[in-house]
C-alpha cells in the first residue's frame, strides 16, 4: 500500500462532515494524485442502516468516473461515529 498525505484543512472538512452527519456513518470520495490528496468530495451515505454501515449513493459514483478520466487514484473515507476517532487503511 502507498503512503497518501492529507492537508490540514481536508481533514479538517472530513472531520466536519463526520461531526454534521452524526449519529450517522458520513461516507466521500478522494481523487488522488502523487500521494496527496487533490479533490474531496462528501457522499451521501444510501445505507439503510447509516447508524453502523455506508454505502456511498450510486449517483455520487459518477465522481469516481470523473477523478479516474482527470488520471487521479481514487479512494474512499466513511467515519465511525460510534468509536474512538483515528484515521484507518
Known sequence: M??????????DAVIEHARKGAPDEV??????RDGRICRLTPARNASPTPRNRF????RDL??????ERDGLDVGFYH???????YPSA
Do not use: F, W
Open 62 to 67: 459518477v465522481q469516481v468516473i470523473r477523478d
Open 55 to 58: 454505502e456511498i449513493d450510486s
Open 27 to 32: 461516507c466521500g470520495l478522494v481523487g488522488v
Open 79 to 85: 467515519s465511525h461515529p460510534a468509536s474512538r476517532a
Open 2 to 11: 502507498s503512503t497518501i498525505s492529507i492537508s490540514r484543512s481536508d481533514a
